[in-house]
């Protein structure tokens, strides 16, 4: 255990305004027992999968990525300028504290404990951590499933456990649903990647309890790759939450994680992501999920903080009556970029695909939905329904919206709406009338603004999700 | 006592003068109406005393028990003991009056103390029981998709949760009809009584409201100021003269 004098607080600086955002602004020495230094080349790459004691296979699968990874362009096409300011050959691609995953609560090390502890992770959601999978830089630190789950026959693993002890369950879907050469970060994460989870749940079986991750940068210009990969088979149901706050660096940092499910028949797969990046994080994330028939993917995504997020949850709807959901919450404050958006591709007759999504923008803040929803001519009786509402809080905040709707034939249906708000003055002194400081009405406006959706989140996250909110909004007057 | 303190005020909105040097004083428990025809400043005065931006104080002071409030951001000076009850109250999408008020409560609170959630509700349907207001009430967003009257409820609603020293009501009777006029008065009226009953400016255009909520004073603004000032049987001479009989006083005395 460390004494709390050798805790590091990182200096906090934002580039464009000066954002104080000190959640999150805080980080722990760590010994780290691999690291593979900055840049990236084939060494970087075999030296990952050597630490991890890979099969052949993954180290072909990981340098074939590199290739393709240095072969494409950036995504610069649609996405904004600031993606060139990334200096891949500054980033770190691999850290690991060199532990096996932990089992029980006991044998995680205080200081990441502590980490948690900062993160003001609530009481009753410390309850949870018991059946997490917590992951602390690269490599999980802690993991210890649930008895229960693990009776269940639920595999419940890190991304390098699983192709190392699963292969026969994880090889089968494992960059099947985002091939390598998806876009260019997903190159770059099947080439890097580690940490992230692996589930496998059986035939028929409902897990009750949410399964949890936390995910956090811990060092210094070091990018996270996580995989994480998750296959509920016929019948089964899974919910699957992930939360991130991340320490404050003054130089920038990539996340880049890549994510994949796969719902057989009948099965039902629910994704939440809360996540709260420092202001110098490049989050550039894929996320897509197949459903089979009769099967269900709701995706519920909330972005906050960042320096550009680039996401857009997924769905492909493979087999008849098979549903997607994207549900997704974007707060773009001074100096970030909130690009999210959904992507609904029908595949198959009488599916249905439901995108809700809001964004705030706060001062310079600028948020961008970019939707694509696909329904090809020869199918019949597909629904799909989008709806995206802006939020404004001051006169710079900028907001997008490109909804690409391709419904092609006369089978099928769609609707759209579309609406952009302001908070104005008078609804700021209303509330402040009434006793509340400009922060708090500015916060209770927002609150307000994605209630609906919020409702949609477990009580613990929209509890955090508030808290994140607040501190968001505290830093933008004044 | 508590007590407001109006000195001499002067308000400008932009480089126009609208209130010109009024001077009034309100006691806790009692009742004053200001009464003028539009355009006198009657609703400035009540949001430039709350503290809206849109409007300079140019001159004078408002004290709240001896302290200037001038120099307080407005939720200062909700939380010292002022209250405005909107004539346009704002709609506030997807937050409940029961949240509202909530976090209302919760900002008077000292830093790092708890709202006790049941104790919270127990006065809420307290307050609720005592203005006749249905349980349903306080679950919809504030304001959004509200009748005239219901929009007046929920200020009053409001205004008794906080339980201010003072409370400014901006033209609650606008837009009423006479049933809602009347349920309003009610919720008014059963918060006059009492040791935390406020001190009422009500402003108003006609004297029908002080049928339902009698005054204690009855002030006349006319050009930025107060003109004249009696009880409410000047509100009833009013009514019957109506205000020409004002302006030419008026006009006399400054010609």
């Not at chain 1, 029980?104 to 980490?115: F, L, N, S």
Request: include cysteine; glycine fraction near 8%; charged fraction near 25%.
């Amino acid at each position: 255990m460390k004494p709390p004098s050798e805790i590091e607080t990182a200096a906090t600086e934002n580039p464009v305004v000066g954002i104080d955002q000190t959640a999150g602004n805080f980080s722990y020495k760590v010994d780290y027992a691999f690291d593979a230094g900055t840049g990236l080349n084939e060494d970087t790459v075999r030296y990952i999968s050597s630490v991890k004691k890979e099969a052949p296979w993954i180290l072909e699968f990981r340098l074939a990525a590199l290739k393709k990874f240095q072969s494409m362009p950036m995504p610069t096409h649609w996405a904004t300028k600031d993606l060139e300011n990334i200096n891949f050959d500054k980033i770190r691609y691999y850290l690991s504290q060199g532990q096996q995953p932990k089992r029980t609560w006991d044998e995680v090390p205080d200081d990441i404990k502590k980490t948690f502890e900062r993160l003001g992770i609530p009481e009753q959601e410390r309850k949870f951590l018991a059946g997490v999978e917590a992951q602390f830089d690269s490599e999980a630190a802690y993991s210890n499933i649930k008895d229960i789950v693990a009776k269940q026959g639920v595999i419940f693993v890190n991304s390098t456990e699983g192709l190392r002890e699963h292969p026969e369950i994880f090889k089968k879907f494992f960059g099947k649903v985002i091939p390598t050469g998806d876009n260019k970060f997903s190159a770059l994460n099947s080439a890097v990647f580690s940490g992230g989870s692996f589930i496998y749940v059986p035939p028929g079986v409902k897990v009750a309890q949410p399964l949890q991750a936390y995910f956090r940068i811990n060092a210094e210009n070091f990018g996270q790759f996580e995989r994480t990969l998750i296959i509920a088979d016929e019948g089964a149901e899974v919910v699957y939450m992930e939360g991130c706050t991340a320490p404050k660096f003054t130089t920038s940092t990539l996340h880049s994680a890549v994510v994949e499910l796969v719902a057989l028949k009948g099965a039902k797969i629910q994704y939440i992501t809360v996540q709260n990046w420092a202001n110098n994080v490049f989050n550039l994330v894929t996320k897509r999920g197949v459903a089979h028939e009769d099967a269900e993917i709701k995706w519920i995504d909330c972005n906050i903080g960042s320096r550009l997020t680039m996401k857009y949850p997924g769905v492909v709807l493979k087999g008849e009556r098979a549903r997607g959901e994207v549900l997704s919450i974007a707060l773009a404050n001074d100096g970030q970029h909130q690009d999210t958006g959904a992507k609904m591709i029908h595949a198959a007759n009488n599916t249905t695909s439901n995108i809700i999504a809001k964004s705030i923008s706060v001062g310079q803040g600028r948020s961008t939905y970019r939707g694509v929803v696909h329904i090809p001519k020869h199918l019949k009786g597909c629904k799909n329904n989008t709806e995206c509402d802006a939020l404004l809080i001051n006169t710079n905040s900028r907001t997008d919206t490109y909804p690409a709707i391709s419904v092609k034939g006369d089978r099928n249906a769609t609707q759209h709406e579309a609406s952009v708000s302001k908070v104005s003055e008078d609804m700021i002194f209303y509330m402040q009338s009434r006793g509340l400081t400009e922060a708090q009405a500015m916060s209770l406006a927002v609150n307000g603004f994605i209630n609906d959706l919020a409702r949609e989140f477990p009580m613990e996250y929209s509890v955090e999700l508030k808290r994140l909110i607040d501190l968001e909004m505290e830093g933008s007057v004044g | 006592m508590s007590q407001l303190e109006i000195k001499d005020l002067h308000i400008s909105i932009g480089d126009k003068p609208i209130v010109k040097g009024l001077n009034l004083t309100i006691k806790r428990g009692e009742v004053h109406a200001i009464m003028g025809p539009n355009g006198t400043g009657k609703s400035t005065l009540a949001k430039a005393i709350a503290g809206h931006p849109d409007y300079t104080i140019t001159g004078g002071d408002v004290l709240l028990d001896g302290q200037s409030v001038l120099a307080m951001e407005p939720d200062e000076r909700a939380r010292s003991g002022l209250f405005l009850a909107f004539q346009y109250p704002s709609e506030i999408p997807g937050v409940s009056i029961a949240n509202f008020l909530r976090a209302a409560v919760q900002a008077r609170m000292a830093e790092g103390e708890e709202l006790d959630a049941t104790g919270y509700y127990k006065r809420l349907y307290a307050k609720m029981d005592l203005l006749k207001i249905d349980r349903k009430f306080t679950s919809r967003a504030v304001n959004v998709g509200f009748s005239g009257g219901e929009k007046k409820r929920c200020e009053i609603l409001q205004m008794a949760m906080l339980e201010p020293k003072i409370a400014l009501m901006d033209e609650t009777d606008s837009g009423l009809d006479i049933d809602a006029l009347r349920i309003v008065a009610e919720g008014v009226n059963a918060q006059r009584n009492g040791p935390s009953a406020p001190g009422i400016l009500l402003i108003t255009h006609y004297q029908r409201l002080l049928d339902y909520i009698v005054p204690d004073f009855v002030h006349v603004m006319y050009d930025g100021r107060i003109v004249k000032s009696g009880d409410k049987s000047l509100a009833l001479e009013l009514e019957a003269k109506g205000y020409d009989w004002v302006k030419q006083e008026f006009a006399a005395a400054t010609a």
